[in-house]
């Protein structure tokens, strides 16, 4: 197969790039660069800087094969950036790494590889995919390693790009793409994954926002179930649903945020057991084994990266959007993350909640 590979600098895509060219196929490396989005921005420290294209760029000269960098700022900026800040400013909270995936690395990194005449991408990503000869279709799958697996954030994948994607990693464990890296000499083969979102580093989401559209967050009121003020907030941004710390109100017992009003820039603080609800509405949909679901179907899903999964139902209405009904309430179901459906081990589908 002619594949690109996309290198970020970090071990799990170098050792992908390594298991494909030692099986024998047709690749090349590629690097796409982020941090010229905005001139006023500096996150040389951050996810794809100089030091990662430097460390990408000698694996592939260790495994002599063609290198490219292309500069993705613009696509970045349009299609991670702004979708991040408006989230925010809509009283979401939202996950840039799965419109990273959705935009850049499978969608724009997926045009530019076949222009350059390697019609298959493959990433480091823990995760696999198999067709399915009985249905016709591609299913994504959970990685072997299920501390690493990261199918949530690749939930929407269509089938046509499923059809040009590999995942090298998913047979694999951490430890043993390290083991790998190093046997061959890889300089980054115990380098530290990255964390957090790669343009905030310092997780200061609102003074990101606050710097990336020249605006100051506005303050508002912080209110109670009956709407009785009980104190002012620095702006929207700042907090998200469930938060009970670093609210910077004390109104003598813990208290949770229960909900964000963008329009009247309310924040409602309750108690943590109003936070649970068993039911949600989900937009901008991608089922993965089939069309779309037509029937009430059994399903195991997730509300956020990090949350256990939950037995629940799920169906699209006439509209295409998703309604998820969970046996047990969930707790603090937010606006703006994505619920990703499974059945064992395969990736149903999921979409954006509303």
Known sequence: MKIAVAMSGGVDSSVAAYLLKARGDDICG???????????????N????????????????????????LN????????????FVCTYIQGGTPNPCIDCNRHVKFGALLSESAALGYPNIATGHYAKIEYDSGSGRYLLKRANDTKK???YMLYTLTQDRLSRIVFPLGEYTKAQIREIAAENGFENANRRDSQDICFV????????????????????????????VLGVHNGIMHYTIGQ???LGISIGRKAFVTAIDPETRNITLGDNSMLFKKELVAD???????????????????????????LAWAVQDDNGLLHIEFDEPQRAITKGQAVVMYDGDTVIGGGRIL
Do not use: M
């Open 30 to 44: 590629v690097t796409f660069r982020i941090n010229k989005y905005n001139a006023a921005l500096d996150i040389e």
């Open 284 to 310: 901008d949909v991608n089922i993965i084994v089939a069309d779309r679901l037509d029937t009430r179907v059994r399903v195991s899903a997730k509300i956020r990266y990090s949350a256990k999964e939950a």
């Open 201 to 228: 580093p310092d997780g200061d989401y609102a003074a990101f926002i606050e710097k990336y559209t020249g605006k100051k967050d506005l303050p508002g009121n912080f209110i109670d179930c009956e709407g009785n």
């Open 244 to 246: 009970g710390k670093h």
């Open 72 to 83: 993705y700022g613009e696509n970045f900026r349009r299609d991670v950036l702004d979708r």
């Open 149 to 151: 697996d990261q199918t």
């Open 46 to 69: 951050s996810c794809l800087s100089n030091e990662d294209t430097e460390f990408a760029k000698s694996v592939a000269d260790r495994l002599g094969i063609e290198y490219h960098v």
